[in-house]
């Protein structure tokens, strides 16, 4: 099979495509040969120098989630799951290649009507935006700022935001990026790449009860100001590279919910992908899937992510694919 391999921690040139011998399904596993690959932020981070939740030692096939049909169980897995299309976390390795063994209790079926690139769009992305949505409790009326609102998390956000009563304030980097979260239905949008981005919000319609904060630092600690009395902010990411610098003081004094990431059981992650697959089926929720790069150029996915000229989700599309829904983007 064709893999990418992470030998050294750099840039993103340091992913190289190579043969390699095909795994096997050991005992509970699934062999998966893969469809899509889902790429995250935190995994570019973790090439660049070993940052993030995954530890693993050099070499390694990095990637965290894949989407495909099973082709073989390992002992006491159940037969019945070969030539079924589903989508599974890897544990933190093994998702660039064609073919993945995976836990097989792990595995989620892709539900009729959803295909398997928004599937894989869905796994990570899908379980954290249901996550924060749940934790979040949103109240009809409320006002709530997604911030990196076009992004893979983000975007769907929006989408769950809006249909849960609340109004929505999308902010996001660039026209583009602006345009792309009032397409999702964003009431407002506003470029938070702008010094005066917060007045914006406020000009719109005052501050905020809620707020999504993917990208910490200067942008989450503004984003804080926003928030009213008893407000909440659920921190899910830090593209900025670390946390918004708002201290516990700082929210009691505002009766304000602070909360910064999560750590969901194996039990938990599933039921919260299975929520999204299950919205994305019934049509109330669409994954935007912004960019798809052939397992080749696992690289120029990950120097496309780091220079933020990303939009929604961005996926990595191996050789044995089936046709997908959207033309391949690779610009």
């Known amino acids: 099979m064709r893999a990418v391999w992470l030998k050294e921690f750099g840039g993103p040139e340091v992913l190289v495509a190579s043969d390699t011998p095909d795994p096997v399904a050991g005992p509970g596993q699934?062999?998966?040969?893969?469809?899509?690959?889902?790429?995250?932020?935190?995994?570019?981070?973790?090439?660049?120098?070993?940052?993030?939740?995954?530890?693993?030692?050099?070499?390694?096939?990095?990637?965290n989630g894949v989407g495909g049909v099973v082709v073989s169980v390992g002992d006491g897995a159940d037969d019945r799951l070969v030539g079924r299309s589903v989508v599974s976390g890897t544990g933190g390795s093994g998702g660039y290649a064609e073919l993945a063994a995976v836990d097989a209790a792990g595995l989620i079926e892709v539900p009729d009507g959803v295909g398997l690139d928004s599937a894989v769009a869905l796994l990570a992305d899908g379980r954290t935006a249901m996550w924060l949505l749940q934790t979040a409790a949103l109240r009809p009326g409320e006002r709530v700022l997604v911030e990196a609102a076009a992004g893979g998390v983000g975007s769907l956000l929006v989408q769950l935001a809006r249909a849960a009563g609340a109004t929505v304030v999308a902010a996001a980097g660039g026209a583009h990026k602006t345009g792309v979260a009032r397409d999702l239905g964003a009431d407002v949008a506003v470029d938070y790449l702008l010094p005066d981005w917060t007045d914006?919000?406020?000009?719109?319609?005052?501050?905020?009860?809620?707020?999504?904060?993917g990208v910490g630092g200067e942008i989450g600690r503004s984003a804080f100001d926003l928030l009213g009395r008893g407000g909440r902010m659920l921190s899910f990411g830090m593209a900025s590279g670390h946390w918004a610098g708002v201290s516990e003081e700082e929210a009691a004094d505002r009766d304000a919910t602070l909360l910064r990431g999560a750590q969901l059981t194996p039990e938990a992650s599933r039921a919260f992908t299975a929520d999204a697959l299950a919205e994305a089926a019934a049509g109330r929720l669409r994954p935007s899937i912004g960019q798809r790069f052939p397992l080749e150029r696992a690289a120029d996915a990950h120097a496309a992510i780091q220079s933020r000229a990303t939009v929604g989700k961005t996926l990595l599309v191996t050789g044995r694919s089936p046709a997908a829904g959207n033309p391949l983007d690779v610009s």
């Open 30 to 63: 699934a062999l998966v040969e893969v469809a899509f690959a889902n790429i995250t932020f935190v995994e570019t981070q973790f090439r660049a120098g070993g940052f993030g939740p995954f530890k693993a030692d050099l070499p390694m096939i990095p990637g």
């Open 200 to 213: 914006r919000v406020r000009e719109a319609g005052g501050g905020v009860d809620v707020v999504f904060d």
